[in-house]
């Protein structure tokens, strides 16, 4: 259960970092984000609302208890993942994919860490009660 | 309980059949308006086709019996859609009457969600 434990904040605290950073970075710089939205052609308010869900879900998983609402965030989180793995790939203005796989592929890999350790540290701990 | 079975049994199949109408919109129906409409909220058609796949995929969760996790899951994106998507036309400068009724839907979508967490709890 130890390890378990430390495999859990790991990864947590590694996804909650990813995001956090991208969240930050939409911020502050808005050029940039316009910029990134015309080449993808998505539109950038979507990237300011995702920006502000990133951050609520990161406040989320920090906070114990709640496991229906970490459950939503662990879906949100995968689907903000997948998806961005969809615009890298559709963008109609290639990117070169070492530059975007490996930060979004290791962070569903992170984020399914997380998700697995978090389910059976949960087990347990109803187990134990 | 009863009554929460059809309370619960109306708003998922509206919520549902909302979901399979947009998505099966997407790929079959081609229209002046909705290409108009995509435009005004500047969102690909790339999106709304992984959109569609993930409407499609929700339905069939929530629909089989059991599975609560992978339910929980479809609600999440579900209403992650719906309020995203009001968010969309609020963002883009739509007045408050054009995406007010979309509200109903995000509504449909959490009474669907708390009924079957009551009849589940049951």
């Not at chain 1, 998806?83 to 962070?107: D, H």
């Not at chain 2, 005004?40 to 409407?55: F, T």
Request: charged letters at 10%.
């Amino acid at each position: 259960m130890k390890a378990t434990k430390i495999v859990y904040w790991v990864s947590t605290l590694l996804v909650i970092l990813l995001m956090l950073f991208t969240a930050v970075q939409t911020f502050a710089h808005p050029t940039n984000r316009e910029a990134f939205a015309r080449q993808v052609q998505f539109p950038g308010y979507m990237f300011e609302m995702l920006a502000i869900a990133k951050v609520l879900g990161s406040i989320a998983l920090l906070i114990p208890g709640y496991p229906r609402v970490k459950e939503w965030v662990y879906a949100g989180f995968t689907f903000d993942l997948a998806g961005a793995i969809v615009l890298f790939a559709a963008s109609a203005v290639p990117f070169p994919v070492a530059q975007w796989a490996p930060m979004l592929v290791g962070g569903l890999v992170l984020l399914a860490i997380s998700y697995i350790s978090y389910h059976s540290i949960l087990k347990a701990t109803l187990s134990n009660s | 309980m009863k009554a929460t079975k059809i309370i619960y049994w109306i708003s998922t199949i509206l919520v549902i059949a909302m979901m399979l109408y947009s998505a099966y919109g997407t790929f079959f129906i081609h229209s002046k308006e909705g290409e108009e409409m995509m435009k005004a909220i500047a969102i690909p058609m790339y999106l709304m086709k992984l959109l569609a796949v993930g409407k499609v995929l929700g339905a069939i969760a929530i629909l089989v019996p059991g599975y609560p996790r992978l339910k929980e899951w479809a609600y999440a994106g579900y209403f992650f859609d719906l309020a995203g998507a009001t968010f969309c036309f609020a963002a883009s400068g739509f007045p408050f009457a054009a995406w007010a009724p979309m509200l109903v839907f995000v509504i449909l979508v959490l009474v669907s969600y708390f009924t079957y967490h009551r009849l589940k709890g049951a």
